[in-house]
């Protein structure tokens, strides 16, 4: 994905996360190339909480990118404090959201 398409789809992801309520100056932000990360968090949520990996099966068939929202301040050993916003690439949506508080 060429620089450009990654900002833009960092611009739409961002859109999304405001609206959600995140105050972006408070966050990491970065593109999942690849997706690697989302695969497996997906993998571990399908696993662990069948009912909330329902939500998720929109991305089921697909083509999207994941951009990871993870929180600065984070303590070394705290866990939460990241929001994943999936955009379609052809389409430029967002699919769906979720986060960890």
């Not at 859109?15 to 970065?30: C, F, H, I, P, T």
């Not at 968090?41 to 697909?62: C, M, Q, T």
């Not at 951009?67 to 967002?94: A, S």
């Amino acid at each position: 994905m060429a620089p450009e398409e990654q900002r833009h789809i960092i611009e739409i992801a961002n859109k999304e996360a405001l609206k959600q309520g995140l105050k972006l100056n408070e966050y990491d932000v970065s593109l999942d190339v690849g997706n690697i990360k989302s695969k497996s968090n997906i993998a571990s949520i399908k696993k662990d909480s069948p009912d909330f990996a329902e939500r998720l099966k929109v991305l089921d068939g697909r083509d999207y990118q994941a951009v990871l929202y993870m929180l600065k301040n984070r303590g070394k050993y705290t866990l939460g404090g990241v929001f994943w916003v999936f955009v379609d690439i052809r389409t430029n949506e967002v699919i769906v959201y979720y986060g960890e508080k």
